[in-house]
């Protein structure tokens, strides 16, 4: 499974200053993330959507 950096190519000079990366898991384990306070919900995130659209095709949810 990928991280939520992975998935939007987050440059080192961004996501070493995210939280979710500093503990080791995607924004929407934790609800907090660089682009969390765009949403209110993580289904509204591009990038939520993105890493659920790729779990359902390799079958991993």
């Known amino acids: 499974m990928r991280e939520c950096w992975d998935l939007k190519g987050c440059p080192a000079s961004h996501y070493l200053r995210c939280r979710p990366y500093e503990r080791n898991v995607s924004c929407w384990v934790i609800k907090d993330g660089c682009l ?13 959507r993105k890493h659920m659209a790729s779990d359902e095709i390799k079958g991993n949810w």
């Open 36 to 48: 969390c306070h765009a949403h209110e919900s993580c289904e509204e995130c591009v990038i939520y």
